[in-house]
């Protein structure tokens, strides 16, 4: 039983690690922000890992986001806990999220770069297939108890603490780096591939790296670095270069 127990809250821990890279580095910084560049393969495989895990639509994450930061923490902002209410968002962001991603014209007018791919067409558009896959092959390795068990603490845990804490927290507490109303946490990006650094982001939205002080650590920016050393992503200049070329 313990064994089982340890397994199972292991397991967990990977998949919202993976959900958590595959978001800051596919989704948020290459979709999004164009901060980088992925080989297609890689690109296709981080698509593939966020399909599984969480069912998330790239366009509709996209558009969302990209609206967040025109309107940060002003009128329009899909999901600003200054406007909305901190608790509002840090509980329920999931729900400010999807209230705005069903709408087409956000989409639209956000996310017309994102093309409805052959990958998209065949596989990924449908968002309740990916995870129903994920808990199946879940309940076939640690057994349906298990299996069902570590798909309740990722998903908690990814939707209504993780990414909450991004848009909730990091618009509410924390120091700041730079003049904007979003806010860094640094243990907070220890545990969300550096989303935590989220005032560096707002400074410079399109750097591939969050981090900008030496007390500050991006865990995805080692991935990064090693993928571009593998000619496998492109990064566009990071916040020190910025600077450097201002």
Same mark, same amino acid.
Request: glycine share 6%.
């Given at each position: 039983?313990?064994?089982?127990?340890?397994?199972?809250?292991?397991? @967990?821990?990977?998949?919202?690690?993976? @959900?958590?890279?595959?978001?800051?580095?596919?989704?948020?910084?290459?979709?999004?922000?164009?901060?980088?560049?992925?080989?297609?393969?890689?690109?296709?495989?981080?698509?593939?890992?966020?399909?599984?895990?969480?069912?998330?639509?790239?366009?509709?994450?996209? @558009?969302?986001?990209?609206?967040?930061?025109?309107?940060?923490?002003?009128?329009?902002?899909?999901?600003? +806990?200054?406007?909305?209410?901190?608790?509002?968002?840090?509980?329920?962001?999931?729900?400010?999220?999807?209230? #705005?991603?069903?709408?087409?014209?956000?989409?639209?007018?956000?996310?017309?770069?994102?093309?409805?791919?052959?990958? #998209?067409?065949?596989?990924?558009?449908?968002?309740?297939?990916? +995870? @129903?896959?994920?808990?199946?092959?879940?309940?076939?390795?640690?057994?349906?108890?298990?299996?069902?068990?570590?798909?309740?603490?990722?998903?908690?845990?990814?939707?209504?603490?993780?990414?909450?804490?991004?848009?909730?927290?990091?618009?509410?507490?924390?120091?700041?780096?730079?003049?904007?109303?979003?806010?860094?946490?640094?243990?907070?990006?220890?545990?969300?591939?550096?989303?935590?650094?989220?005032?560096?982001?707002?400074?410079?939205?399109?750097?591939?790296?969050?981090?900008?002080?030496?007390?500050?650590?991006? +865990?995805?920016? +080692?991935?990064?670095?090693?993928?571009?050393?593998?000619?496998?992503?492109?990064?566009?200049?990071?916040?020190?270069?910025?600077?450097?070329?201002?």
């Amino acid at each position: 039983m313990l064994i089982s127990l340890i397994i199972t809250l292991l397991v @967990a821990a990977g998949l919202i690690q993976i @959900a958590v890279f595959s978001t800051t580095i596919f989704l948020h910084r290459t979709a999004t922000h164009r901060a980088l560049v992925l080989h297609p393969a890689v690109a296709v495989m981080f698509r593939a890992m966020l399909w599984l895990t969480t069912g998330i639509n790239t366009r509709e994450w996209v @558009a969302v986001h990209r609206k967040h930061h025109q309107f940060t923490d002003e009128e329009g902002d899909p999901h600003s +806990p200054l406007l909305a209410g901190f608790w509002s968002v840090q509980l329920g962001n999931v729900f400010h999220y999807v209230r #705005e991603a069903r709408k087409q014209e956000v989409q639209e007018k956000y996310a017309r770069d994102i093309e409805n791919d052959w990958w #998209e067409r065949a596989l990924f558009r449908h968002n309740l297939i990916g +995870p @129903a896959l994920g808990l199946t092959a879940l309940c076939a390795i640690l057994g349906i108890g298990w299996g069902l068990l570590a798909a309740v603490i990722h998903g908690v845990v990814y939707v209504f603490i993780l990414s909450s804490s991004i848009n909730g927290l990091c618009h509410y507490h924390g120091y700041k780096n730079f003049e904007n109303t979003a806010t860094n946490i640094r243990l907070l990006a220890l545990i969300t591939g550096g989303e935590g650094l989220h005032n560096n982001h707002h400074g410079f939205p399109r750097s591939p790296k969050f981090s900008f002080r030496a007390s500050e650590f991006d +865990p995805a920016w +080692p991935v990064i670095w090693l993928l571009t050393k593998l000619k496998l992503a492109k990064p566009y200049r990071t916040i020190a270069e910025a600077q450097e070329a201002s």
